[in-house]
């Protein structure tokens, strides 16, 4: 009677279906690990990672409080020697290996449309995998498995590194979106994760405007008055939210990050990379992937933010997207003085040199003094290269959460790009480039920052280090 109960629902699924029993319950485990040799403690706290383990039937845990998820039983027609007793990670963002050849790692997975989209990385070797769709029964703590073919996508911009961002799209043909999604890289491979699906689909209304999306905080991070100095400028311009993925950073760090968390204006992502990188300056290990994975954090805070961001914001610590137009103060006024048609607004890079001098004929003695205290480099520095850089070089920009794909560092891929004129918005770039000697020809005055922000930044960053007197600034 069950054998023929089963056989009946196995011939709904077209690609073999298991049905399995799994009770669970939740609870959250942590991880740290240590920079080897650096100032501080680099944390991970991997605050997603439940474990499934295949013992008896009822719930059970561990003296370190893990869940455990204990199956009842397994049926499959095409999928009988599917293993899974062992422990699986059940994930929502962590890094994960799809087998032992270390050849595949998933971080997160996405519902958008008719497919899941999982974000990866991966060698070059690896053209194909198989997704496996984990689907809830109605009403039931069961799930049915089906298990379809994938092609695995390389992002550009890897640098000959050996492993590249990726994409992996698992297609679904139904209404129905599975609970959890498998990659492995053969048909019936025992999983090793269970990735959570999130959705990303497009809302009726976003929650916010903009999100900025930041590359992965790494070689233990620890310069606080720089990062207070971006959140605060960039909240003014119209920043909404910040994700943070955080690879190593120092413990003031930490302390800055735990601040604007509570606040509510700061979502925080471990970046527990599974390949080689570096931890510090000077350490010796080789980098396995380019720049810490940064494309894949990217795509990540795209998918992230679908469903609840209108755009999605691409700078660096060292970046700022300012509006230059008199009329103009905010990025809402750039987006709403636009083409509504354009997907992305991207805007060119220009070089504010920190070698050339400071300026401190803006502001009254006492700012001036709060102001190099502090190291506020937008107020300080009021000079930029003659040069502004070609669109997609060197660009960054906003991008439609709704109606774009793909990310990359300074461009948009497919998107119907809208390049802002300079006289309206320009990307400002603080960085040591060597230009001691420059001649003053070479240099253009720029003063957009100190006159229209510089009160309002000056104010905001007070409050902040009031409330952050035990934190060490860091040093440039």
């Not at 019936?188 to 994760?193: G, L, T």
């Not at 006289?423 to 003053?440: I, K, M, P, Q, T």
């Not at 006159?451 to 060490?472: E, F, H, M, R």
């Amino acid at each position: 009677m069950l054998k023929t109960a089963f056989k009946r629902i196995l011939m709904i699924e077209t690609c073999g279906i298991i049905v399995f029993m799994l009770y669970f319950s939740i609870n959250y485990s942590k991880t740290r690990r240590k920079c080897d040799g650096s100032m501080l403690d680099c944390k991970f706290n991997d605050n997603s990672t439940r474990t499934f383990v295949g013992v008896n039937n009822y719930i059970s845990k561990n003296e370190n409080n893990s869940a455990f998820i204990n199956i009842h039983e397994v049926f499959s027609d095409i999928c009988s020697k599917i293993n899974i007793t062992q422990n699986i990670s059940d994930v929502e963002s962590s890094w994960s290996s799809v087998d032992n050849t270390r050849r595949v790692f998933v971080y997160s997975a996405y519902h958008v449309q008719n497919k899941i989209v999982v974000i990866a990385a991966k060698t070059s070797v690896v053209k194909r995998v198989f997704c496996q769709l984990w689907y809830q029964r109605n009403n039931t703590d069961g799930f049915f498995l089906s298990q379809i073919s994938a092609t695995a996508t390389t992002l550009p911009e890897s640098h000959g590194y050996r492993y590249a961002s990726s994409f992996i799209d698992c297609p679904i043909d139904s209404d129905k979106v599975p609970e959890y999604v498998s990659i492995v890289t053969e048909k019936c491979q025992d999983p090793k994760h269970f990735l959570r699906v999130q959705s990303a689909v497009k809302p009726h209304n976003h929650e916010r405007k903009f999100t900025v999306c930041l590359p992965p905080l790494n070689l233990n991070y620890s310069k606080a008055y720089e990062f207070v100095e971006w959140v605060e400028l960039n909240r003014i311009l119209g920043a909404e939210k910040f994700l943070i993925y955080k690879h190593c950073v120092a413990k003031n760090i930490e302390q800055v990050l735990d601040y604007y968390t509570k606040q509510g204006l700061v979502d925080v992502l471990s970046w527990n990379l599974p390949m080689s990188t570096r931890y510090f300056h000077g350490d010796k290990r080789v980098h396995e992937i380019h720049y810490f994975g940064q494309v894949a954090a990217l795509n990540d805070c795209l998918y992230r933010n679908k469903k609840s961001s209108k755009f999605v914001v691409n700078v660096d610590l060292d970046e700022f997207i300012v509006p230059h137009s008199k009329h103009m103060q905010t990025w809402s006024d750039i987006v709403n003085n636009s083409k509504p048609s354009e997907n992305v607004y991207l805007f060119r890079n220009t070089f504010f040199k920190k070698d050339w001098e400071s300026s401190k004929a803006l502001f009254d003695a006492d700012d001036t003094k709060f102001i190099e205290k502090y190291n506020i480099v937008t107020l300080q520095k009021i000079k930029h290269e003659r040069k502004v850089f070609s669109p997609k070089m060197r660009s960054k920009y906003f991008a439609r959460t709704s109606e774009v794909g793909r990310l990359m560092i300074h461009d948009v891929p497919a998107a119907k790009i809208g390049t802002v004129d300079t006289n309206v918005g320009l990307l400002h770039h603080y960085r040591f480039w060597g230009g001691v000697n420059d001649s003053e020809s070479m240099k253009v005055y720029d003063d957009t920052i100190p006159v229209k922000y510089g009160k309002q930044l000056l104010a905001n960053i007070a409050k902040v280090w009031s409330q952050l007197t035990n934190v060490n600034l860091g040093t440039d």
